[in-house]
Structures are given as C-alpha cells and as structure tokens.
C-alpha cells in the first residue's frame, strides 16, 4: 500500500481484524505514515506478527462480538494515546451458504461480525472522532452491491455496512467525522478496491 511518509503522525488509528489480510496491511500502511495503530483480533499470535512488522503497531486481543469488547477497544485506545482518530472496521468473514442451508443462527453470527460489531465500535468511537474531526472506514465487498448466488446472507451483510456507511457519513457530516467504505474484491494476482461514498461527500482514504 503506497501511503506518503508520516503525513499521519501523531493520529491514533484502530484497525480490526488486523492480524492477517487486508487489516494487517492496513495496519502497517498507517504505522509507516506514522500514526499509532491498535490492531485488534482474536488471534494473539497473528496479531503479534503484525506488531512485530512495525513499532507503532499495538495488540489488542479481542473478540469484537463479545459483550463490552468494542468500549474496551476504544478506551485501550484513548488510555494509550488520548485520541482516536480513524476507526477501521475490517473485520469480517465470508459465508457461502446456500438459502436451503441457513440456519437462524449463521444468519445471526454474521451479522454479529460485519454489521452489529462495526455499528458499535463506530458508536464508541464517535465521542472521540467528533474531538479531533476523524473517520470511520468500513470494509465492504464488491458483493455489497451486486448479487451473490450461494452466499446471500454475506452480501447482505455487506449490503449493510454500505448502506449504514452511506447514512452515518450523511449524519455525521456537519459534525466533520467523515464515513467511508472500500469493497475489495479478490482478482487473482490482484486487489481491486472501490470506494463507496455519498456524492456528496469525498473519499478519504
Ligand atoms: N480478501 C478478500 O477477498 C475480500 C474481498 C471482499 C471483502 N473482504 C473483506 O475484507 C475484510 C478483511 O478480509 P481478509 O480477506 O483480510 O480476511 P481475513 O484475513 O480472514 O481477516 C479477517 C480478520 O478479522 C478478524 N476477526 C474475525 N472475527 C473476529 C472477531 N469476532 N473479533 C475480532 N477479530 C475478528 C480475524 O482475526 P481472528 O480470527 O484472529 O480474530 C482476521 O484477522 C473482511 O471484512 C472481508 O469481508 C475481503
């Protein structure tokens, strides 16, 4: 990822899902443009990997579905550097699971991931975004707005992120927290990335 030196030195960014991936890449993209990075997942070996690839990265080990995890996240954060500055909220699995096999509770456990968890890690963060004019970033897939035979629940629950995306950087906007999403989508060999914004507002990142 080609981010310009320390032009984030000094913010404070969160990234979920950051010991593997697109989170860890995201994670050492913002530590080499000099911000301080609290990387969160589960995985405490993965996510130590990622802090060993820089000294800015932090590890935070947490289950971000879990009752409470998404204000311990945010006051880790706040206790550590005293701003949050960006959230992003990469975490995520894919379902592919035809609409003869789902049950109520796949449905519930991935919308816990992509949807519930996002939603309120953004609320947690907002009081501290609003300080310093900060944003939120949510991964998305190009499944977010196109169908998907066979895993509609994931689109589904990335139509969601898109379209909270859309709202909340409509109704976080004269507060200047701006909101945005990327939807990758695996091409073998290649990473392409959309940028889903109101028109109204511009891409950030
Ligand atoms: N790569 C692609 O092809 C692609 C395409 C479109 C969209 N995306 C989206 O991009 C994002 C990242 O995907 P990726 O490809 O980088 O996948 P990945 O390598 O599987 O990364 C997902 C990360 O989320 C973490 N995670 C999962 N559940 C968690 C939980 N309950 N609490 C905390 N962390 C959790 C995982 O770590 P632990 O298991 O250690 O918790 C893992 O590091 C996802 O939102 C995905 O939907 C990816």
Redo the contacts with the bound molecule.
């Keep these: 990822m080609n981010v310009p030196n320390h032009h984030l030195a000094g913010r404070v960014v969160i990234v ?9 890449a995201t994670a050492i993209a913002f530590a080499r443009a000099g911000a301080h990075v609290l990387g ?4 405490q070996a ?2 130590h990997h990622t802090a060993s690839e820089h000294s800015a990265i932090t590890a935070f080990v ?4 879990a009752e409470g995890t998404p204000a311990a996240v945010v006051n880790e954060a706040i206790d550590r550097w005293g701003r949050v500055d960006v959230l992003v909220n ?5 379902a592919i699971i035809p609409l003869a096999e789902i049950t109520g509770t796949r449905i519930a456990e991935l919308f816990a ?2 949807v519930t ?1 996002p939603s309120l890690l953004a609320r947690e963060a907002l009081p501290h975004l609003r300080e310093v004019a900060g944003s939120i970033v949510n ?5 977010g707005h196109r169908p998907l035979p066979g895993g509609s629940h994931y689109a589904a629950s ?1 139509s969601a992120i898109e379209m909270l995306t859309q709202s909340w950087a409509l109704e976080l906007a004269d507060e200047n927290v701006k909101v945005n999403a990327v ?4 091409v073998p060999g290649l ?1 392409e990335v959309e940028v889903a914004v109101p028109r109204s507002r511009p891409a950030v990142w």
């Design positions: 979920t899902g950051a010991g593997s991936g697109i989170g860890r969160v997942g589960r995985r993965n996510l947490a289950d971000i579905c990469n975490a995520g699995a894919a991931l992509n968890a991964v998305s897939s190009t499944f990335k939807a990758p989508e695996v990473v």
